[in-house]
């Protein structure tokens, strides 16, 4: 049985509901002050959890751009506005990628003299050091750094990763940016084919992994039994994406999220509670969304046994409704 305070959680999952399918329409509009986050809900300390091996701590939101970077309802300017009202509010991690289109440019132009104060990862995308070598360098200029502090090989499930860890290999040569100062840490994501994490994992080299954790996909792809056990015994630091379920219709234009709004604040809880995980990374449309998901994580609390029960029968559910939706489990 959901616990006394549901029928807050279902006012709060209404209002954001209702301003995500505003932003969906005139993104970057003002909202109504309906729509508005409690203030009170997103100020005060941020609880922080150390980065695995890392020993960095962050706080339990991390701030991801695929969804404005992607959207062509947003600007470069606006994404800059993002970042810099997440700054305010106290976030630390930030996670961008050349894939998210215009991310990148945006977070660069919002962070100047505030570069210090975060966190900052992207990813490369690539099959070959030509590749990588161009993706990195453009995202460092886009960034306007000289550094990041993690750099991921960008979603090992879409990669070739037989010849990555050989002498010219994708993985190796990131290994070799750390050694340059470029990045601090070296990770990987993983959105699907869970096993081909296993030997990146097991090679003691990978610092951080970046993969989908929610209470309905675990029953897909299988991350939470198969590949965070290893996570956890090299003390790799765990981050979780996808807490929503990604975007519906993985429409990016349309902030809506494949969880639905009654669930969001339980699937935040969830993802949380899982052994290992350091941070949350939630992707924002918006600023007002922003706000929202900020009051959900500074409020998360642990589920209870029973909430417990009716998310695994849930998330057995909708896993067979949903499918393998961000590409095969095997």
Known sequence: MIDSKSSAISRRDFLYEASC????????????????????????????????RTGVPVTLMTLGTAPCGLSKHVSIDQIAGIVQEA??????SID??????????????????????VFLATK????????????????????????????????????QVEGATNPDGVFTWLLKQKQAGKCRF??????????????????????????????ADRYTYHFESEVLPL????????????????????????????????????????????????TLNLGVYDQEQLRQDVQMVKNCQPLEPGQQTMLAKLGRELATEWGPHFGPAV
């Open 21 to 52: 399918l505003a932003g969906a329409a005139t993104l970057g509009a003002a909202v109504g002050p309906a729509a508005a986050a409690d203030p009170a809900a997103t100020a005060g300390p941020w609880p922080t959890r150390v980065l695995g």
């Open 87 to 92: 700054l305010d509010l106290g976030i630390t």
């Open 96 to 117: 961008t990628a050349p894939k998210y289109v215009k991310s990148e440019e945006g977070i660069g132009k919002a962070l100047g003299a505030r570069r210090k104060d």
């Open 124 to 159: 490369v995308w690539a099959d070959t050091i030509d590749e990588a070598e161009e993706s990195f360098s453009t995202s460092l200029k886009l960034l306007k750094t000289d550094y990041v502090d993690l750099v991921y090989y960008h979603s090992v499930g879409h990669r």
């Open 186 to 215: 070296v990770g990987i994501s993983a959105h699907h084919l869970s096993a081909k994490c296993h030997g990146f994992l097991e090679s003691g080299e990978v610092e951080v992994l970046l993969t989908i954790i929610n209470f």
């Open 231 to 278: 996570a956890r015994k090299h003390h790799v630091g765990i981050v979780a994406m996808k807490v929503f379920g990604g975007a519906k219709k993985m429409d990016y234009n349309q902030p809506i999220p494949q969880v639905d709004v009654e669930h969001l604040d339980l699937a935040v809880r969830y993802a949380a509670g899982v052994p290992g995980v350091s």
